[in-house]
């Protein structure tokens, strides 16, 4: 089993350009999280989807989109990057919502210059 | 909303010393979760404590929740330098998402 895995590890992005952060899962887990990570910080939620078909904001959802394109992948999308947005970004699924362990991905490194 | 602290932010700790981080959360919890992130790391799942009151030890780190599910403390004795790096701990109240606290970033002085 892989776990979670993100792409890319790292991405350099100029204010305005758009990419799709992807994660993918081989747990058979219902719920998927997209945190961001700023330096010296903690972990805040984005989006999050607690099953196939579903998807909710968490704490920062502003300049994000997500898609659960199936129960295996939950994609975070920035439509217009900003240099607000530079920080790490982690994906991380958990088997019956929040309740239960979270299990998270190596990060996504994104610079907006 | 629900909130989780913790205190505090950074601990600078001499190695062999013992040292503990405090986690306090706005609402009463279901269960509460301890997470580690080496530098450079992601964060791995530790250790769940769901009862009242209960203790949970893991070689030299001790986790406990409070009596009354609302705080929660991880006591690490002789402190190694492979206990460098964040300790976060997460929250859920009954029916709300799992909500991360700020982390505690420990260092150790050899």
């Known amino acids: 089993n892989a776990g979670v895995t993100q792409t890319p590890k790292f991405q350099v992005l100029k204010t305005g350009q758009s990419m799709t952060l992807q994660c993918a899962q081989d747990m058979n887990h219902n719920s998927m999280y997209w945190y961001r990570q700023d330096p010296g910080m903690g972990l805040r939620l984005i989006y999050y989807s607690a099953s196939e078909g579903t998807t909710d904001k968490g704490e920062v959802p502003n300049g994000y989109n997500v898609s659960r394109l199936n129960k295996r992948e939950f994609s975070l999308r920035l439509e217009s990057a900003a240099p607000s947005q530079t920080s790490v970004y982690f994906c991380?699924?958990?088997?019956?919502?929040?309740?239960?362990?979270?299990?998270f991905g190596p990060g996504t490194r994104l610079t907006v210059l | 909303g629900q909130q989780v602290m913790q205190i505090p932010q950074y601990q600078h700790v001499q190695e062999g010393e013992d040292f503990t981080t405090y986690c306090n959360s706005s609402t009463t919890l279901s269960n509460i979760q301890w997470y580690k992130q080496r530098p450079g790391g992601h964060p791995v799942f530790l250790i769940q404590?769901?009862?009242?009151?209960e203790v949970k030890k893991q070689k030299r780190l001790t986790f406990q929740f409070g009596e009354a599910k609302k705080n929660s403390s991880l006591h690490i004795t002789a402190t190694q330098t492979t206990d460098v790096g964040t300790y976060f701990c997460a929250g859920r109240a009954a029916g709300n998402k799992l909500t991360f606290g700020g982390g505690t970033r420990v260092l150790v002085k050899p």
């Open positions: 404590l769901v009862k009242s009151g």
């Open positions: 991380a699924s958990s088997g019956r919502g929040g309740s239960d362990t979270q299990y």
